[in-house]
């Protein structure tokens, strides 16, 4: 009898919207198979460069350099399925819902016996224990849970720019609603 090969998960997650007082809180994430990390960050960095919009965080990059990234993402086929948006409102409870918006993630995601890492942009050592009982609780059990920094990391500034795709299209910005239906019908984007 074979068994099945055991699946090796790294999830990365970032937030945005607490400065809403919690009427609008996003959380984008990227979970993706261990053995595509290296081929696949190498990719986002060369997006990241051909867009213009470099390592900066979507708030601070040109508009017109935000498109571009958008734009080329929707053809990063390899990604399908790999990327996850949810969308809280009147909730304050920041972390926790970081946590079930991570545990639906990679319960998506995984098919299987699995092994995950989770990085979640800023998580402090004081937010880390409640976020890992939350998704435990839900399910998951983390081999590494660690805070991570946009700035050094493909996939978090990924998560980020999905997190700001999401309230750009909150706000009716018609090209951020456009380019999120594109990264749908196209199966790039999974709404949680």
């Known amino acids: 009898m074979n068994t099945p090969p055991l699946i090796r998960l790294h999830a990365y997650l970032d937030e945005s919207g607490q400065g809403t007082l919690g009427s609008l809180f996003v959380v984008g994430a990227v979970v993706i198979e261990r053995d595509e990390r290296e081929e696949l960050q190498a990719q986002l960095e060369a997006l990241e460069t051909r867009s213009r919009k470099g390592r900066v965080k979507w708030s601070r990059a040109r508009f017109t350099y935000r498109q571009a990234y958008i734009r080329d993402l929707a053809n990063l086929t390899r990604l399908s399925g790999s990327l996850f948006i949810a969308r809280y409102t009147d909730t304050k409870q920041y972390n926790e819902m970081t946590a079930k918006a991570a ?3 990679i319960q998506a995601k995984a098919e299987g016996d699995y092994r995950v890492r989770v990085v979640v942009d800023g998580l402090t050592a004081g937010e880390k224990r409640q976020f890992v009982c ?3 609780a839900l399910g998951i059990r983390p081999d590494d849970v660690r805070g991570g920094k946009e700035q050094n990391d493909a996939f978090i500034r990924l998560a980020d720019a999905l997190c700001g795709l999401v309230r750009d299209n909150e706000d009716g910005q018609s ?10 019908r196209r199966g790039l984007i999974v709404d949680l």
């Open 175 to 184: 090209w951020a609603v456009e380019a999120l239906n594109r990264l749908r």
């Open 103 to 105: 545990a639906r993630a």
């Open 134 to 136: 939350t998704i435990r």
